[in-house]
């Protein structure tokens, strides 16, 4: 069965400093892996897929299949960037199977 | 730029009651899905929906669930009798059937439906 794991409930960092937000997954097939981000009060919305290999906000992942992992990145993190972070799993347009989540906290 | 609605916001109800959440996908969409986040807990998947019938479900899903595209605009759910673990924020979302290179699969959120169930 799709799992997703982030190991991290909760991770604070302070303004200017790297972020690393950790990410592993076990899938049967090919995955297709995301990075959804929930700013407060906001909804759910697509951070980052691996399939685009592109770069928002200064975000990036890669995707690491011998580690099976899909870790999200950043090397200054900002205040705006505090959030609910998930990383999310699928393949073509089956169910996403999200991880439990991490908080981000940027500290200024 | 088109989003996902949900209404309401924020539903209360008695336990035993039964509720309604709708929902109104992106209008070019095909694919439709309800997943549930229990406060402190991960978003989980509850249902899929395709070309008007369910096309995957959760062992969530239990027959006091529902879903309906009545009108061919709207997607609800429905709980028949709710129960107080049925309490959670109700996410729908929606995305295109057919992959391509700007697209690909993306599933749009909608901002939710709280459910308090009492």
């Known amino acids: 069965a799709q799992r997703v794991t982030q190991p991290e409930k909760l991770l604070s960092v302070f303004k200017g400093a790297p972020v690393e937000l950790k990410c592993n997954y076990s899938?049967?097939?090919?995955?297709?892996l995301f990075w959804y981000v929930q700013y407060s009060r906001q909804r759910l919305q697509l951070l980052l897929r691996?399939?685009s290999r592109e770069s928002i906000k200064g975000f990036t992942a890669d995707l690491n299949k011998g580690e099976t992992s899909f870790h999200l990145k950043k090397p200054f993190a900002q205040e705006e960037d505090s959030a609910m972070y998930y990383c999310?799993?699928?393949?073509?347009?089956?169910?996403?199977?999200f991880g439990k989540g991490t908080r981000l906290s940027v500290i200024a | 730029e088109p989003e996902v609605t949900q209404t309401p916001s924020h539903q209360v109800t008695q336990m035993g009651q039964e509720v309604i959440l709708r929902c109104v996908p992106i209008?070019?969409?095909?694919?439709f899905y309800w997943y549930r986040q229990i406060l402190g807990q991960k978003v989980e998947f509850l249902v899929s929906?395709?070309?008007?019938?369910?096309?995957?479900k959760s062992e969530i899903f239990d027959d006091q669930f529902s879903v309906e595209r009545p009108d061919g605009s709207n997607f609800t759910l429905k709980i028949r009798s709710t129960k107080l673990e049925d309490s959670a924020m109700y996410f729908c979302?929606?995305?295109?059937?057919?992959?391509?290179?700007?697209?690909?699969?993306?599933?749009?959120f909608g901002p939710g439906t709280r459910l308090t169930v009492l």
């Open positions: 979302a929606s995305s295109h059937a057919v992959r391509d290179s700007r697209t690909y699969n993306e599933q749009f």
């Open positions: 999310a799993s699928n393949s073509g347009n089956t169910p996403l199977v």
């Open positions: 691996h399939i």
């Open positions: 899938y049967s097939g090919s995955p297709e």
């Open positions: 929906f395709y070309n008007n019938e369910i096309s995957e």
């Open positions: 209008s070019n969409h095909l694919y």
